[in-house]
């Protein structure tokens, strides 16, 4: 069964930067893309960045140019760089499979909370 353990989420001021990590437990980690979602309380949620298998990226349009993703595959480890955080960032932070089907049961996921 595959396992998500999110991690590096906090409370932070807005402008401010956070590197969230992502430790997957997948045989075949290096063939499936990946993705960091976030969730929002009362709010659907939200695909924010994928990166493939051979390194591709994607973002939503609302983190563009402030956060990047990249992945590790000898350390099976997805990662989310964001820079100048904004009160709207916040939410808590999962990932998965970067495209469907996607895995269940989720991770527990890492807060992150931007509040001044």
């Known amino acids: 069964q595959v396992h998500f353990v999110e991690s590096g989420g906090g409370l932070v001021q807005p402008g401010g930067s956070l590197r969230l990590s992502c430790v997957v437990s997948e045989r075949l980690f290096s063939l499936y893309s990946m993705g960091w979602y976030r969730q929002a309380p009362g709010k659907q949620r939200e695909l924010v960045a994928t990166i493939t298998s051979g390194g591709l990226t994607t973002y939503a349009d609302s983190v563009k140019g402030r956060f990047t993703i990249s992945r590790d595959s000898a350390k099976k480890s997805v990662y989310l760089q964001m820079n100048t955080l904004k009160f709207e960032d916040t939410a808590l932070y999962l990932c998965?499979?970067?495209?469907?089907?996607?895995?269940?049961?989720w991770g527990q996921g890492t807060q992150v909370t931007v509040s001044s």
């Open positions: 998965n499979r970067g495209s469907s089907p996607l895995v269940v049961p």
